[in-house]
């Protein structure tokens, strides 16, 4: 099972690509802060989909619990309870 | 800050990092006085003189001061003021009428409505699908009125129930997709962000109730610093009006330079403009719908952040994208947040999962495309009530090929293969952002909101620009 580290870098690997080499708390939000966009948050659904074998049809799709590192790994430990 | 690229990227660093109007949101000491109560007067005397700019009388000042007056010193009553001044202003506007006054609040109360329907049943057909059960109703809504008799007192009512439907959908669509985040039980931001106090177009700006929360200020020195911020953004919207303002009066007045329409026009009636001057209105007009698109964004989210909302820009450097589709991103942004969040996920979620590509592509074309034009000809709903559904759709075929250029265009934008990014300003920005403002020149083209000519014209005066003529 991959964890939080695997997310970090992950989200690390986004907001390089747009340039972003600010700091990061697992905390701090991503998408409603702008800091990544729209088209950043098809990346994240794509990387749960291919590593956790989370279905965003299934569960329903909310920005809110994709929005930090601390709410991604939260899902991805919510979908693995279920 | 010096990066492996060189002095050039170190240039474009110092160049970004250059404020015409200083960070003072950053300053301690001036954070500190905007907490005190003569702080907070001069800060909303500030706002209002800057507001009296674009607004045409000193009431409509006064009217949105008041508000945000008790927003500043009641910071506790923020969602309750919020939520009762649109509703108070809808009642002052429509004292004299009051068929549209009532009909404005039975919106509103069916927007309460079905949210909390979507709250209540949360397994039931709408309960799962509450945006396209919404879209479809609507729909079927404008079919029952086009089917009434001509004035007849259904025909008037049915209209008037499109027409406050039509300025409050997009809302009630971002209320019932708040349904799922926490916590959704708090009514008073729902109502708050229904055509809220700051002004909107039929986009709702800045989205729904559930962004409003992530976003509000949650303590004394958050909502001074929004505040500021918000001051500074109306600066910015005022020094772009009057830069609008000279830069139309020499362009156009000056040097005669017609505008897109007018080019258009004269392409259509065989007199065409010189081929110069065709190509500078194209170039014109992707700058000048910048500065409308900044200007009117700037002054609601100015608002809005006054109010306490830290909301990102609606327009936010759109000249430094260096894609299609960071473009897209920047120049209006909560109408892009409209289409990803309510066409883009849903067919990004559900088809073509195994496909990446055509997934991209079919996820792309439902917002742009589809999405796109639904959004428009719902806005438009009086041109369905005049010539009937057909003749409506028939009249928007430029803006269907505008439309289907911008999908297209976007598609091959993220599908894209990128090599190492290059290195210096002219490659790596420069190049890269005269290529995305030639896609949007020749994209302009088709827009146009006049439906005047048919498609073939607006083609013709394409293929002229290029020395070809048919």
């Given at each position: 099972?991959k964890?939080?580290?695997e997310?970090?870098?992950?989200?690390?690997?986004?907001?390089?690509?747009?340039?972003?080499?600010?700091?990061?708390?697992?905390?701090?939000?991503?998408?409603?802060?702008g800091?990544?966009?729209?088209?950043?948050?098809?990346?994240?659904?794509?990387?749960?989909?291919?590593?956790?074998?989370?279905?965003?049809?299934?569960?329903?799709?909310?920005?809110?619990?994709?929005?930090?590192?601390?709410?991604?790994?939260?899902?991805?430990?919510?979908v693995?309870?279920? | 800050?010096?990066?492996?690229?060189?002095?050039?990227?170190a240039?474009?660093?110092?160049?970004?990092?250059?404020?015409?109007?200083?960070?003072?949101?950053?300053?301690?000491?001036?954070v500190?006085?905007?907490?005190?109560?003569?702080?907070?007067?001069?800060?909303?005397?500030?706002?209002?003189?800057?507001?009296?700019?674009?607004?045409?009388?000193?009431?409509?000042?006064?009217?949105?001061?008041?508000?945000?007056?008790?927003i500043?010193?009641?910071p506790?009553?923020?969602?309750?003021?919020?939520?009762?001044?649109?509703?108070?202003?809808?009642?002052?506007?429509?004292?004299?009428?009051?068929?549209?006054?009532?009909?404005?609040?039975?919106?509103?109360?069916?927007?309460?409505?079905?949210?909390?329907?979507?709250?209540?049943?949360?397994?039931?057909?709408?309960?799962?699908?509450?945006?396209?059960?919404?879209?479809?109703?609507?729909?079927?809504?404008?079919?029952?009125?086009r089917?009434?008799?001509?004035?007849?007192?259904?025909?008037?009512?049915?209209?008037?129930?499109?027409?406050?439907?039509?300025?409050?959908?997009?809302?009630?669509?971002?209320?019932?997709?708040?349904?799922?985040?926490?916590?959704?039980?708090?009514?008073?931001?729902e109502?708050?962000?229904?055509?809220?106090?700051?002004?909107?177009?039929?986009?709702?700006?800045?989205?729904?109730?559930?962004?409003?929360?992530?976003?509000?200020?949650?303590?004394?020195?958050?909502?001074?610093v929004?505040?500021l911020?918000?001051?500074?953004?109306?600066?910015?919207?005022?020094?772009?009006?009057?830069?609008?303002?000279?830069?139309?009066?020499?362009f156009?007045?000056?040097?005669?330079?017609?505008?897109?329409?007018?080019?258009?026009?004269?392409?259509?009636?065989?007199?065409?403009?010189?081929?110069?001057?065709?190509?500078?209105?194209?170039?014109?007009?992707?700058?000048?719908?910048?500065?409308?698109?900044?200007?009117?964004?700037?002054?609601?989210?100015a608002?809005?952040?006054?109010?306490?909302?830290?909301?990102?820009?609606?327009?936010y450097?759109?000249?430094?994208a260096?894609?299609?589709?960071?473009?897209f991103?920047?120049?209006?942004?909560?109408?892009?947040?409209?289409?990803?969040?309510?066409f883009?996920?849903?067919?990004?979620?559900?088809?073509?999962?195994?496909?990446?590509?055509i997934r991209?592509?079919?996820?792309?074309?439902?917002?742009?495309?589809?999405?796109?034009s639904?959004?428009?000809?719902?806005?438009?709903?009086?041109?369905?009530?005049?010539?009937?559904?057909?003749?409506?759709?028939?009249?928007?075929?430029?803006?269907?090929?505008?439309?289907?250029?911008?999908?297209?265009?976007?598609?091959?934008?993220?599908?894209?293969?990128?090599?190492?990014?290059?290195?210096?300003?002219?490659?790596?920005?420069?190049?890269?952002?005269?290529?995305?403002?030639?896609?949007?020149?020749?994209?302009?083209?088709?827009?146009?909101?006049?439906?005047?000519?048919?498609?073939?014209?607006?083609?013709?005066?394409?293929?002229?620009?290029?020395?070809?003529?048919?």
């Open positions: 099972m964890g939080r580290a997310i970090r870098e992950f989200v690390r690997s986004l907001l390089a690509n747009s340039g972003d080499e600010g700091a990061l708390a697992d905390s701090d939000s991503l998408l409603f802060s800091r990544l966009q729209s088209i950043d948050a098809v990346e994240i659904v794509v990387f749960l989909e291919e590593n956790f074998g989370i279905d965003f049809a299934k569960i329903g799709f909310d920005k809110e619990r994709i929005d930090s590192i601390d709410a991604i790994y939260a899902l991805t430990q919510s693995a309870k279920s | 800050m010096v990066t492996p690229s060189g002095p050039s990227s240039k474009a660093n110092r160049l970004a990092e250059f404020r015409l109007i200083p960070r003072i949101e950053t300053f301690p000491v001036v500190s006085f905007a907490q005190t109560s003569l702080g907070k007067v001069v800060l909303l005397a500030a706002f209002g003189l800057g507001m009296r700019y674009f607004l045409p009388d000193l009431p409509s000042v006064l009217t949105l001061m008041l508000p945000l007056a008790l500043t010193f009641l506790e009553y923020r969602r309750f003021v919020l939520a009762i001044s649109p509703i108070a202003i809808v009642a002052m506007q429509s004292a004299n009428d009051l068929l549209t006054l009532g009909l404005t609040l039975a919106v509103i109360a069916l927007g309460i409505f079905l949210y909390w329907c979507a709250m209540r049943w949360p397994q039931s057909r709408f309960g799962q699908r509450p945006v396209a059960s919404l879209l479809i109703g609507f729909t079927a809504l404008i079919l029952l009125a089917a009434a008799t001509p004035r007849s007192w259904p025909h008037l009512i049915l209209w008037g129930l499109v027409g406050a439907l039509a300025s409050y959908l997009w809302f009630i669509a971002y209320a019932l997709s708040d349904r799922n985040s926490k916590p959704s039980e708090e009514l008073t931001l109502l708050a962000a229904f055509r809220p106090l700051w002004g909107s177009t039929n986009t709702p700006f800045p989205k729904g109730a559930a962004y409003l929360r992530r976003i509000e200020a949650k303590n004394p020195e958050q909502l001074a929004f505040q911020k918000g001051l500074k953004l109306l600066v910015w919207a005022i020094l772009l009006a009057v830069l609008q303002g000279l830069w139309y009066r020499f156009h007045g000056y040097l005669r330079i017609p505008m897109p329409d007018q080019a258009l026009t004269m392409s259509v009636q065989g007199t065409p403009a010189a081929w110069h001057m065709r190509w500078a209105c194209q170039i014109l007009a992707y700058f000048e719908l910048i500065f409308t698109f900044s200007i009117f964004g700037h002054r609601i989210i608002v809005c952040r006054m109010a306490g909302f830290n909301a990102l820009r609606n327009t450097r759109p000249l430094s260096t894609t299609i589709m960071e473009f991103n920047r120049f209006y942004y909560y109408f892009k947040e409209l289409l990803v969040d309510f883009f996920y849903p067919a990004f979620l559900r088809y073509w999962k195994r496909h990446k590509r991209m592509i079919f996820a792309t074309f439902a917002a742009a495309f589809f999405g796109n639904l959004y428009h000809l719902m806005r438009d709903w009086q041109i369905v009530r005049d010539g009937g559904l057909w003749k409506a759709i028939a009249s928007y075929q430029v803006l269907f090929f505008y439309n289907a250029f911008l999908a297209a265009g976007l598609c091959v934008s993220q599908l894209r293969k990128r090599g190492p990014k290059p290195r210096g300003f002219v490659r790596a920005h420069l190049l890269p952002a005269v290529g995305v403002g030639f896609f949007y020149c020749i994209l302009n083209v088709f827009d146009s909101d006049e439906r005047m000519y048919p498609l073939v014209e607006h083609l013709k005066y394409l293929a002229g620009l290029f020395f070809i003529h048919f």
